[in-house]
């Protein structure tokens, strides 16, 4: 895909990585729209990139994506690609009952990882037909092509994400719209600084962030249409030639 002269709406891009993403293609010459929840670091997003378009959004919530929707088309008609990005990641150990959750809260991660993109894409997707150099970017995890047990939930919406990724770009096949999957290996951001930690996946160093969402934006711009920075190519690579053996690796944690 172009990689300049896009009108981009990006999920959660308030922190990490969609914030990198909203910086660097802000730099090629891109309009830049991102939503987030929180109030505070909406704010100290229009402090870093006070060209962004921000809108305060929950994808986890059906009626704010219409609102979203048409609030965002409204002021940006051209808009031509989506990058579903927000995702949320916590440690639940299923087999404690004292941490067990409530059945609302359990499958937060479905909701936000998940269900928000399917949404997202429905919602947006007979604009995006319209549009020329149209693409949509699923951000799942290197984690979608095997799990960290200790995030099974997690674990289970993005592996959700990489197949509903695979049929839609089945389906858009005969459409303008780009279907590109990204999956991050473990990446320096704020998702690592609350309920998971990096040392919950002790050995693995985490990729800069801004290295990251370079590397991405180079496979987009090759048409690249699964991106699998760093060391999630390996990850898939052995989630298929010795499944048991990355399985009993990531279950140390
Ligand atoms: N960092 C990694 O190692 C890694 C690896 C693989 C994949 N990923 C994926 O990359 C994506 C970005 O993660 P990150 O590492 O950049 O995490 P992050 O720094 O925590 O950023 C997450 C962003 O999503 C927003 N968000 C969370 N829930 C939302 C919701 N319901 N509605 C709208 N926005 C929401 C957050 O803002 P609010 O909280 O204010 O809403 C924030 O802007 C996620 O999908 C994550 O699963 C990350």
């Known amino acids: 895909m172009k990689i300049s002269g896009n009108a981009i709406l990006i999920t959660g891009g308030t922190s990490g990585i969609g914030l990198e993403f909203a910086i660097q293609f802000l730099e090629r010459d891109n309009t830049v729209i991102i939503t987030g929840r929180d109030q505070h670091k909406i704010e100290e997003a229009r402090k870093r990139v006070p060209e962004a378009h921000i809108f305060q959004s929950d994808v986890s919530d059906v009626r704010a994506i219409p609102l979203l929707f048409h609030e965002v088309i409204q002021k940006f008609p051209k808009l031509n690609v989506l990058i579903n990005n927000a995702g949320i990641m916590r440690k639940i150990n299923l087999a404690r009952d004292e941490e067990q959750k409530d059945l609302q809260d359990i499958s937060r991660e479905i ?143």
């Open 111 to 253: 909701e936000t990882d998940l269900v928000g993109p399917i949404r997202m894409v429905q919602q947006f997707l007979p604009h995006l037909k319209r549009q020329e150099n149209a693409a949509i970017v699923n951000v799942s995890s290197g984690l979608a092509f095997v799990p960290l047990p200790i995030a099974p939930i997690y674990c289970a919406a993005k592996a959700g994400l990489h197949s509903f990724t695979q049929s839609l770009r089945v389906q858009l096949k005969g459409t303008k719209i780009k279907v590109f999957e990204l999956a991050p290996p473990m990446t320096q951001t704020p998702l690592f600084a609350g309920d998971m930690r990096a040392g919950d996946v002790k050995g693995v160093r985490m990729m800069d962030v801004s290295r990251m969402v370079n590397a991405a934006i180079q496979g987009l711009a090759e048409d690249r249409l699964e991106i699998r920075p760093g060391k999630s190519n390996m990850l898939k690579l052995m989630s298929r030639v010795a499944p048991q053996f990355i399985l009993n690796r990531l279950s140390k944690a």
